[in-house]
């Protein structure tokens, strides 16, 4: 491993031990990209053999979603800095954001994912798929609760912010928690 990445995973609270207890959610992490790179399997069932042809407009617009969820994977990377940590333990001395995609909601980051998984849901057609976007819901959920009861712990200002602010998606049972 370079001394750079091992710079990097030791400031974001990485270790052996933690990968073996979970002290920073690392099998939270664990699981949120198992389920990403689960993406890339094809569609299964492919709607062909149900009998289905899947329409060219829900392809486009799939791709579209993905594309729209990468935007806003992006505008989340450059608002959260210095504080971005891939963990749901904050970064030690991490500032509070909560300005840019972090006024639009809690976890954009983990809104951009949702976004993009349903953008191959839809571009695919495919169950499995579906159950994906599913699993991760469930993992981002359990993962940004997980992270609001530290934030809430660090910075004073976070219970009024948590109060104001969609979770990840407003008003979905689940997803939004204020």
């Known amino acids: 491993m370079s001394k750079p990445l091992a710079e990097r ?3 974001w609270g ?5 990968l073996r207890d979970n002290r920073h ?12 790179a689960a993406h890339a399997l094809p569609p299964i069932p492919p709607p062909r053999a ?19 969820g990468l935007l806003l994977a992006a505008q989340a990377f450059f608002n959260l800095g210095p504080s971005l940590t891939p963990l749901p333990e904050p970064m030690p001395g991490a500032a509070l954001v909560t300005g840019g995609a972090y006024g639009r909601c809690r976890h954009p980051l983990y809104q951009a994912v ?16 579906l159950a994906l976007l599913v699993g991760l819901a469930v993992v981002l959920g359990s993962k940004a609760r997980r992270e609001e009861q ?11 912010y948590r109060a104001a602010t969609p979770a990840i998606i407003p008003r979905v049972p689940g997803l939004d928690w204020r």
């Open 9 to 11: 995973l030791a400031r």
């Open 14 to 18: 990485f270790s052996w031990q933690g």
């Open 25 to 36: 959610g690392e099998w939270w992490l664990l699981a949120q990209l198992l389920l990403i």
């Open 50 to 68: 149900l009998g289905i042809v899947w329409p060219v407009a829900l392809q486009l617009l799939g791709w579209s979603l993905f594309a729209g």
């Open 114 to 129: 949702l976004v993009c998984s349903l953008g191959v849901v839809l571009a695919l057609g495919s169950l499995l798929h």
């Open 150 to 160: 530290r934030l809430a712990q660090i910075h004073p200002d976070y219970v009024a």
